[in-house]
């Protein structure tokens, strides 16, 4: 098979036998779909970024001015206690965050509580709603005005308590599905092994449980940290005024529409995305080999104590997520917090106020839409090179690595670089400046890298006997591809599409920059109602974008259901 | 056009893999095209209070049907530093309600087209460019005001304040929200009016004294008074308008007019000179100095360009028009940057409310 694939392309232009061109315009064809995959990341990705890079050196009107920049940021005490505010949330938020989900994930694993699906459907609840709706949500709880305004421990929740709270409720779903993935994969031998040696259930948490999922640990750590020291949304509405890097970039960008100074800021916001990134990458090389095919799952026994524990705590998280949504919801519906506490529906009333009005929330359906069609078929086809295409396999490489990158690229930076490289007059593609297009190759990229790693997955899955038989069969891998492969990768392609759909719902970050007259985003808006003081319409809509996303994916569970008892009877025999 | 061809090209190479990518890619080439029946599209950029824009526009293709606004929003700084940075390649047609120094700026960076609108000399002169190459046009003056929330003072025992002066009291320590002036027109008007008022060391000493009041600055300028009027703050510095709107709602809200004065700036349009639509560009500017369109700004607005046309504003203090201090408008303007400057060293992140 590699045999033929890497006949020279110019026998091609040559007369040959039919068979022959079947074979030669099949092997062109690999390499085509190769080259197009690895187009369309280079500019949707690396030129993009290059951009950015040229940008923090270069003034407004694009003189080179060596480090000038960098220095006029280092010498402005405003701009560099971000950094020094930016770390310290780094560090809170991710303590508090990983040992709040460690313990859920914990309770998930290692207890017998009842109801587990239920807590665990209510702790993935934030990752179908913009990070904005937990920090208006808490300015209704704790605010100066909040129902529970005294319980507040700390002076004011506008500020760097109040960010972490907010960002704690957003992305503990992200670090709970690490850590529990992790505490599942120990062996349960090693358990029976410490309980023969006498070890008591404390010993073993701190011999078996803790060292057995340090992979874990660390890499939840990492994509933590990154989490909430990229994420802008909160640290604008409820930060006052503790200024951080992504708050800073916001700023530059759209205040003040100082774009070099803007592309400095990110430079230095990568900085941290990138080390954690590296070291999660270096995580998981480490972690495959952690379980084996001897390994036995951990099956929890029932234990009273710990048991009701687990029950006690998950029970109390719940209260806590439930919580923010149900007061998202109900200070939507109040006509005037808090002196006129009636219900209405005044404030879904969009279009009299900032931010779009309700065409910004068709936009954002249409705009998700977008994202789950073109990514996933664009994800498909890139995972489906990188894993079955069988020639260059150093550009397969190349491609692999450009699209586990994302995940490192804060999506503020992103949307930047995208407008330096797309806004460009010279950019024959500046064409896109403004309207969905941009905006739905801006999100696909974003989120591109879970996509893809959960694409190549599903591939690997498959055995790769399927090619050489097709193969030997004279049948064209295309053909293989969209009667076998794809038909057989269904659960993978569905969970791409609903990942990116809610997103792509959910993201302010890079969108926040690319957004045009006609294109206005839900998320967007949110942002822009609560920035005008329309606290309460800016809750009305992060509401609209949780039940859209909640809804799709409630469709989404009951139709995968009924494809999957159609098309993937082969799983179970 | 080259750019659309182009982008089918590139559609057309990615769809040799993917035709779903060709089907996202053909929707919204379509969208790029221009006018069609006859209908001529404006790009107008604008710092207006969003809930007027509506009442605006329809006003608008009420006597022009064939011409449809496409409205971009943001507050004052933004949308100033927007049309500044899209300078080599200005996305806009008309710029209609934007602050007088922010349209005097970009009359210097020969930005804005030369044009005496329809009917101009009937206006105020205060409202109108009255230089040989007119390039702006005014609509309405809006005016600082402080937003005061009569629950919030009863709650904490704050006595109602009178004057600038009385707001660097220690009783209102962090009970003090008012706008950024590096995003909000709002903010810098403020800004303005204490260094002509004050002077420039006085006004820079008593901007260092309310800083020690204030809790947060806000992008925008009416926030403080939506703040304020929800009780989150018990004072926010703001203008007139919100304030009037709130207490229309029931908001328990006093509007204060500082003894001292307030400053004012005017709201106004003009044409950028690089657009290709001159002729509708011209047509909605002859608009907007219309009494029609001025009756409009009253609504909201208790000083308007078009002499005898302004109503009371209901829940509007009577005394504004008496309280606008003499502004410097070209001063406002040429210094603009330089203030900006360093009002963000000395205020913006340097202190960060414990929490």
Redesign the interface.
């Given at each position: 098979m590699t045999h033929r694939a890497e006949q020279p392309v110019q026998s091609n232009l040559l007369p040959l036998s039919g068979h022959k061109l079947e074979l030669d315009t099949e092997s062109l064809f690999r390499k085509l779909w190769l080259i197009a995959v690895i187009t369309v990341l280079i500019a949707s990705l690396v030129l993009p970024l290059s951009a950015l890079l040229v940008h923090s050196f270069q003034d407004s009107d694009k003189n080179w001015v060596g480090l000038s920049n960098f220095i006029t940021y280092l010498t402005n005490p405003a701009l560099t206690h971000s950094i020094f505010n930016t770390i310290t949330l780094g560090l809170i938020g991710t303590v508090v965050i990983i040992s709040t989900a460690f313990t859920f994930a914990w309770c998930m694993t290692r207890t017998q509580l009842k109801g587990k699906s239920i807590f665990k459907g209510i702790a993935y609840i934030p990752l179908l709603t913009p990070s904005l709706l937990s920090a208006i949500s808490l300015i209704y709880w704790f605010g100066n005005q909040g129902v529970l305004k005294e319980w507040w421990p700390f002076e004011s929740i506008y500020g760097l308590s109040g960010i972490v709270f907010a960002i704690s409720f957003w992305a503990f779903p992200h670090a709970l599905i690490i850590l529990t993935t992790s505490l599942k994969q120990q062996d349960a031998r090693l358990y029976e092994a410490s309980e023969v040696l006498g070890a008591g259930p404390w010993r073993t948490f701190f011999t078996v449980t803790l060292p057995g999922c340090k992979y874990g640990l660390i890499s939840a750590t990492a994509v933590v940290f990154t989490l909430v020291v990229t994420d802008f949304g909160i640290a604008k509405v409820i930060g006052g005024q503790y200024n951080v890097l992504a708050t800073d970039i916001y700023k530059q960008v759209i205040g003040q529409q100082n774009f070099s100074m803007g592309a400095v800021v990110s430079m230095v916001l990568l900085i941290p995305a990138l080390i954690t990134f590296i070291v999660d990458q270096w995580v998981q090389k480490k972690q495959q080999s952690m379980f084996d095919s001897k390994s036995v799952v951990y099956q929890p026994e029932p234990n009273t104590t710990r048991d009701a524990f687990g029950f006690v705590y998950c029970t109390l998280i719940a209260i806590v997520m439930l919580s923010i949504i149900v007061m998202a919801g109900y200070s939507s519906l109040v006509s005037f917090w808090p002196y006129d506490l009636t219900l209405s529906l005044n404030n879904y009333q969009f279009d009299m106020m900032d931010g779009g009005g309700w065409g910004a929330f068709t936009n954002s359906l249409i705009m998700a839409t977008g994202t789950m069609v073109v990514g996933t078929a664009f994800i498909f086809l890139s995972a489906y090179g990188c894993q079955k295409i069988d020639v260059w396999p150093s550009l397969r490489k190349v491609i692999h690595m450009l699209s586990v990158i994302p995940s490192a690229i804060p999506g503020l930076v992103l949307g930047l670089s995208y407008i330096f490289f797309f806004n460009s007059p010279n950019n024959p593609l500046n064409g896109i400046y403004g309207t969905f297009l941009i905006l739905i190759i801006s999100s696909v990229i974003h989120f591109l890298t879970v996509g893809h790693l959960t694409m190549v997955t599903a591939l690997k899955q498959l055995p790769t006997e399927i090619e050489s038989v097709t193969e030997s069969m004279k049948v064209p891998f295309y053909v293989t591809m969209g009667r076998v492969t794809l038909p057989m990768t269904v659960p993978a392609v569905l969970e791409v599409g609903i990942y990116l759909f809610v997103n792509a719902m959910t993201t302010v970050s890079a969108v926040v920059f690319l957004y045009g007259v006609d294109t206005m985003l839900a998320s967007v808006a949110v942002l822009n109602m609560d920035d005008a003081g329309d606290t309460a319409p800016a809750a009305a809509m992060a509401m609209m974008i949780f039940i859209s996303a909640l809804a799709v994916k409630l469709l989404y569970s009951g139709f995968s259901y009924l494809l999957l008892k159609r098309t993937d009877k082969w799983r179970y025999g | 056009?080259?750019?659309?061809s182009?982008?089918k090209t590139?559609c057309a190479?990615?769809a040799?893999?993917?035709t779903?990518?060709l089907?996202?890619?053909g929707?919204?080439?379509a969208?790029?095209g221009g006018s069609e029946n006859g209908i001529t599209e404006l790009?107008v950029y604008t710092a207006l209070e969003?809930?007027l824009l509506?009442s605006y526009s329809e006003a608008f293709s009420e006597d022009h049907p064939n011409i449809k606004i496409?409205?971009?929003?943001?507050?004052t700084?933004?949308i100033t530093?927007?049309l500044?940075?899209e300078k080599?390649?200005p996305?806009a047609d008309v710029i209609w309600g934007l602050a007088g120094t922010s349209l005097l700026k970009m009359k210097s960076e020969d930005m804005l087209a030369t044009y005496a609108p329809e009917n101009v000399e009937k206006l105020d002169s205060k409202f109108r460019d009255n230089s040989k190459d007119p390039s702006w046009v005014g609509m309405d003056a809006w005016v600082a005001a402080i937003c005061f929330n009569t629950?919030e003072a009863k709650k904490f025992n704050l006595s109602k304040p009178t004057s600038w002066q009385d707001l660097t009291k220690p009783e209102y320590k962090g009970h003090v929200i008012m706008p950024?002036p590096?995003?909000s027109g709002t903010g810098y008007l403020d800004v303005s009016s204490w260094l002509q008022t004050f002077g420039d060391d006085k006004g820079w000493d008593y901007m260092d004294n309310l800083h020690t009041n204030i809790?947060?600055?806000?992008?925008?300028g009416?926030?403080?008074?939506?703040?304020a009027a929800?009780?989150?703050?018990a004072i926010g510095i703001s203008f007139a308008y919100?304030g009037a709107k709130l207490i229309g709602?029931?908001?328990?809200l006093d509007l204060v007019i500082p003894s001292e004065g307030v400053g004012w700036e005017i709201e106004a349009t003009a044409i950028l000179n690089t657009t290709d639509k001159m002729d509708a560009a011209k047509t909605l500017v002859d608009w907007s100095i219309t009494p029609k369109a001025n009756k409009l700004y009253n609504q909201g607005y208790a000083v308007v360009a078009y002499p005898g046309i302004a109503q009371p504003v209901e829940h509007f203090p009577a005394e504004v028009t008496e309280k606008m201090i003499k502004n410097d408008f070209e001063w406002a303007a040429k210094n603009r940057d330089e203030i900006l400057s360093e009002w963000?060293?000395r205020y913006?992140?340097?202190?960060?409310?414990?929490?």
């Open positions: - | 056009m080259s750019m659309s182009n982008l590139l190479a990615v040799a893999s993917s779903l990518l089907a996202g890619c929707n919204d080439t969208e790029l790009t969003a809930d509506k496409n409205w971009v929003r943001d507050s700084g933004t530093a927007k500044l940075a080599e390649n996305q629950e950024n590096n995003s809790s947060r600055y806000t992008h925008s009416s926030k403080p008074c939506k703040l929800s009780g989150e703050t919100p709602k029931g908001a328990p963000q060293k913006d992140g340097k202190s960060d409310p414990k929490s």
